[in-house]
């Protein structure tokens, strides 16, 4: 049941390992890229609960031993304060450049110790153990890494590769149906932006892979993850088509930052609820067919996932004011907001092109409803 996806990028090319009990198999697959049998493992305090132990004996297995540091758990920790925390705690562990460091937990923990490995002496190897189907779809993948400012999202970070993932699918069977659902946003947008005929296995697949099906739950990250591996081979650091996996982004971390990072809308919420709102501002540009975003939605909806704003806890600001949020998106060029819009679905591409006035009647119209 192991799957392998290989990213092949010269000089830092490494494996996704994705299936159940990978935790216990940790030591055989980590040894390799160890000089001396020691790991430092970062993680948040639900997740290490959960499983460092699994992970500490999946070590053990092979004569690893690890220290390890629990951070709290939420976005709130990608901040300035948990990094140095972070650094700290991996100097005064007296980790040196050729040891490795494991990053257990959902995107926020593999963002914040991937960042943190990309600048502890100028550079260590991290391995990724995502436990969130966010993290094993789409964070740990692709190398970006980084933290949060107070000016918007993921707005300071580095490109770092990892040197190995391993997406242990058994390890999702903890997660809040919440959670999963908003792993599941970031499942979909793979299918919306270049793959129609994922997107309709998943409108098939979907409910069974949400109630547990380990094979669907396989598949679902086998082919997530091949998709962005292909993309980012092609464009590793975002000159062009990597942006696409950005579909319902720049809606969504606008809404995020409205919600202050908070637990009122979680990343993968946000991008689902932002493709619904892409396909909507397609289908009225004339972009793509007039069905479109009512399949999108009809999907999230059939999964119990939010597509409405008027879903989001409290208020939310004006539509003036979620443009001005998206002007801190980090794919402003020139001043000038690039969204990523659909042909159809499977058909994404990055434009620049945008009426403000059709973007702010979409937003206002969406604050209503
Ligand atoms: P998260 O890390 O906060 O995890 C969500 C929640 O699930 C947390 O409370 C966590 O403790 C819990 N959790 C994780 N695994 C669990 C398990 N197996 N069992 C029980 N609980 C578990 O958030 P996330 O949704 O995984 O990731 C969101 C972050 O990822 C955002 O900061 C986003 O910007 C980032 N992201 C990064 C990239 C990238 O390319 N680097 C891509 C997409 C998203």
Known sequence: MLETVHVALPGREYNILIGPGLLAQAGEHVAPFLRRPRVVVISD????ALHL????????????TMQALSLPPGEATK?????????????????????????LGGGVIGDLVGFAAAILRRGVRFIQVPTSLLAQVDSSVGGKTGINASQGKNLVGAFHQPSLVLADTAVLGTLTVRDFLAGYGEVVKYGLLGDAGFFEWLETQGPALASGDMAA????VRRSVQMKADIVMRDETEQGERALL?????FGHALEAATGYSDRLMHGEGVAIGCALAFELSARLGLCPQEDPSRVRQHLKQMGMKTDLREIDGDLPDAQTLLALMGQDKKVVGGELRFILARGIGDAFVTGDVPKEAVITLLEEALKS
């Open 217 to 220: 739950r396989i598949e679902a």
């Open 53 to 64: 132990e699994s992970l500490q004996i999946g070590l053990a297995n092979a004569g690893i």
């Open 45 to 48: 305090d639900t997740v290490a």
């Open 79 to 103: 901040s300035w304060s948990q990094l140095i925390r972070c650094v700290d705690w991996l100097l005064d562990q007296k980790v040196e450049r050729n040891d490795v460091v494991i990053a």
């Open 246 to 250: 950005n579909l319902g982004h720049t």
